[in-house]
């Protein structure tokens, strides 16, 4: 047992460091420190300087593309990432369906989808929930019957809607859990299948949440034909598939170093913001939050640390990922209600949407305010999404506690 | 990184573990407690000689087994499991700890009687009105010639009833609370002068009130350096935190394992009461505060080696998420057991009363946030 970085891992860290300060697309920046909305061409220029060096998959297999890092290289990549600000990369294609498709798929499968979901030639969305399937996602509704097409190949005629499908106005695909057997016990009658969103029947409608922004949809589905051989892993085994990419989702979900770097940014707000004549963090209720907070945070980190050593030690993400699910959004958002909380009066302006005019004689309040209520809104998501921290609990209580 | 124990660590662990399975289960525990002594010297001299453990985080040329933190965590945690009263944490943790870093001359033959079972000791730090604040002194130590004066009143000194040897921490110049001026004694504890008072514990251990009254020591009985010995005490009570969060897993781990086993059985309205998800998410929640103490142990006594700062970081945030910890878990289980959880018969409220001690052993969650506050924020001038 030891904590100590091997001369190696130190260079591996100089290195990506170094890669992460020299290739960080400067418009993206830009944008990032104005609080703008980003474009899909924004999220995608990250992702295609990534998949040019081979980094844009950590934790993939070396034989499809991924960089065969150790768990340690992995977390010192995440933390340089967080450290440089730079963009997550979207986890729908890297995280989620990638790990499905060369776990479970065909070669021919694997060799078709896994080289564009590197490249970012593919943008992938998820479809899980549904209306009446949210936490109970098993109760899926979303219809595929297998028919013969006019070119007599087999089908499935998809019928339903997805929803809270998260950008999915950018997807080039989807991938869906859809119901192939009617009579069969809930989980049983599940499939997982790709689906190109330029299906005819596909329409997506945008939902825009409490922050103000575009970032989910609902996507309806209406006598969508998708080949048969567009199925991940066999008929009605769907949710092996699908309880495996929740697992993996949580794993990274965790955000870690991410949330050191909110803490750190609600120390630096803190220092500027000064109530009663002195700086917000020597106010000593505030630098309470702040220090629970902090020592909250080690403490997922090193149990983060220990799941991913148990994960290089050949056992993959198990249950206990939900442990980090839970503990890694309540402290994404207990920040975001600090950063709201030190904003003071500046975190009620509104400024999505509001014309710039060059106007600086008057600047509504410090850069940091501009953007720390919808920020905080739009963290309620966290503990909803990914099966809401509550189904988390009751996975731990069913798979580690056996109750 | 590496998050594994070594090979060695892992049969450490088997040995303690297969010892106390045999020969420590809780009747044999609760008449240790009620027994006159408090304690089995025959267990002692076993720990000694048959399990070799007292030798564990010693270094080779004193006789040890070339261990440290990580074999004291282990064999805390294991005692944890079984609420072992006798004092590893006192003599090998605490003393061997202040014996080792001071380097004094008199250390390698204290730690060989450490080693062998003979010496067994006591850190007398708390008096009645200092709390948990290390530099806050009443007692004095006054240069005598070559050897020293002790004079003062030490409380709580757990352990205090078995102990050969005190530690004692004493001023010996500056005023009340400087960290200017702050020595540490070795004390025979039958030198003339010293008086204590024993008594029980609320979780079955025993403590002395310890009166020092013109106590005369030798120049050989200071451990570090005359006055500047604070970064020692602090260094060795860091150690002793990093412990204690150890035994607070093992107490843990069969607080919610034993909630886990009785809410199977228990039936209520038709059913065993861990059917309902009202209790179920609070046996996760106690899960969760389990394995983020596990966390925050490794993570305390693998930095027991850093910088002071940095140590003292660790200790301190490790302290407060076993301080919260260890209530919620506690408070959890004994709800959970209902009526029965009430009672002196089972096993449950007894490590109850021990994280409940634990918790506020060198300081509560409060005394910890307040220090790690002063190691990681802008403090007003």
Redesign the interface.
């Known amino acids: 047992m030891n904590l100590d970085f091997s001369p190696e891992d130190a260079a591996f860290r100089e290195e990506v460091r170094r890669f992460i300060a020299d290739n960080y697309p400067a418009s993206l920046r830009g944008k990032q420190d104005e609080g703008e909305e980003l474009a899909k061409e924004d999220y995608l220029s990250w992702h295609r300087v990534l998949a040019k060096k081979g980094w844009v998959a950590p934790a993939w297999p070396t034989e499809y593309g991924g960089p065969g890092w150790t768990s340690t290289q992995r977390y010192i990549w995440s933390e340089e990432l967080a450290r440089a600000d730079a963009i997550p990369i979207l986890p729908f294609g890297i995280n989620m369906v990638g790990p499905v498709i060369y776990t479970f798929g065909t070669p021919e499968q694997k060799q078709r989808f896994l080289p564009p979901t590197l490249s970012g030639d593919i943008w992938w969305c998820q479809g899980y929930s549904e209306p009446g399937a949210g936490s109970d996602l098993a109760s899926l509704k979303t219809k595929a019957e297998r028919i013969q097409g006019d070119d007599g190949k087999e089908y499935y005629l998809v019928n339903g809607q997805k929803t809270w499908t998260t950008l999915a106005q950018h997807a080039d695909w989807i991938f869906c859990l859809v119901r192939t057997n009617p009579t069969a016990k809930i989980q049983e009658g599940i499939s997982f299948l790709l689906i190109d969103m330029k299906s005819p029947g596909i329409t997506v409608r945008p939902i825009i949440t409490l922050g103000g922004e575009h970032e989910v949809n609902e996507v309806w589905l209406e006598n969508v034909k998708v080949p048969v051989e567009n199925r991940i892993f066999e008929e009605n085994k769907g949710w092996t598939c699908a309880k495996f990419l929740l697992a993996h989702e949580r794993s990274g979900i965790a955000g870690v170093a991410r949330s050191k770097r909110g803490i750190e940014r609600i120390k630096s707000i803190a220092t500027v913001e000064s109530e009663d004549g002195r700086p917000l963090i020597q106010d000593p209720f505030f630098a309470r939050k702040v220090a629970e907070l902090e020592i909250d945070l080690t403490a997922l980190e090193f149990t983060e640390l220990r799941v991913l050593a148990s994960e290089s030690a050949g056992r993959g993400p198990g249950p206990e990922s939900s442990l980090l699910k839970i503990k890694g959004t309540e402290i994404q958002q207990r920040i975001t209600e600090l950063v709201l909380e030190a904003a003071g009066h500046y975190g009620a302006p509104y400024f999505r949407g509001f014309p710039t005019d060059g106007h600086n004689m008057f600047p509504i309040g410090p850069d940091y305010a501009h953007r720390a209520a919808p920020t905080y809104f739009n963290g309620r998501k966290t503990s909803i999404y990914g099966g809401s921290n509550e189904i988390q609990r009751n996975i731990i209580a069913k798979m580690v506690l056996g109750l | ?6 090979e060695e ?1 892992s049969m450490l662990r088997d040995t303690v573990a297969s010892f106390l399975r045999d020969r420590y289960d809780f009747d044999t525990r609760r008449a240790i407690t009620r027994s006159e002594a408090g304690w089995r010297p025959d267990y002692w001299k076993a720990f000694a000689e048959e399990l070799g453990i007292l030798a564990a985080p010693f270094a080779e040329e004193h006789g040890g087994l070339g261990g440290g933190p ?1 074999e004291n965590m282990i064999v805390m945690e294991e005692f944890g499991k079984h609420l072992v009263v006798e004092p590893y944490l006192g003599t090998v943790v605490i003393g061997g700890g202040f014996l080792k870093h001071s380097g004094a001359p008199i250390a390698g033959e204290v730690i060989g009687r450490i080693i062998g079972g003979e010496a067994v000791l006591a850190f007398a730090y708390a008096e009645p009105t200092g709390r948990y604040n290390l530099a806050d002194l009443s007692t004095t130590a006054k240069k005598d010639g070559e050897g020293w004066v002790v004079n003062g009143h030490k409380a709580v000194v757990v352990g205090g009833p078995w102990a050969t040897h005190l530690i004692v921490t004493a001023r010996t110049s500056g005023g009340q609370r400087d960290r200017q001026g702050v020595s540490v004694f070795l004390v025979e504890k039958n030198t003339p002068g010293v008086t204590t008072r024993d008594y029980p514990t609320v979780d079955g251990a025993r403590a002395s009130e310890v009166a020092f009254e013109n106590v005369r020591v030798g120049p050989e009985a200071l451990l570090g350096p005359a006055d500047q010995g604070l970064p020692l005490v602090e260094q060795v009570v860091d150690e002793a935190i990093a412990a204690l969060c150890a035994e607070a897993v093992g107490c843990m781990r069969k607080l919610h394992e034993g909630t ?1 086993d009785y ?2 059985q228990r039936k209520q309205f038709g059913v065993p009461i ?2 309902f ?1 009202v209790l ?2 609070r ?3 106690m ?2 505060n389990l ?6 142990t ?2 305390a006594t ?2 027991l080696d850093e910088p002071a700062e940095e140590r003292a970081k660790a200790a301190s ?1 490790a302290k ?2 076993i301080g919260k910890a260890a209530r919620f878990v506690g408070q959890s289980a004994i709800q959970i057991h209902g009526g029965m959880g009430m009672t002196d018969e089972l096993a449950i409220g007894h490590y109850f009363k021990r994280t409940t001690i634990i918790e506020q052993a060198f300081g509560g969650v409060d005394h910890h ?1 307040r220090r ?2 002063m190691l ?5 001038a």
Do not use: C, G, W
């Open positions: 990184m590496d998050f594994n124990f070594s660590q990580i886990l809410a199977r861990a059917t998800q179920q998410h046996m996760v929640d899960f969760m394995e983020q103490s596990v966390s925050m490794y993570m693998l930095k945030a407060v998420q946030l790690y506050e990681t924020l802008p403090q007003a």
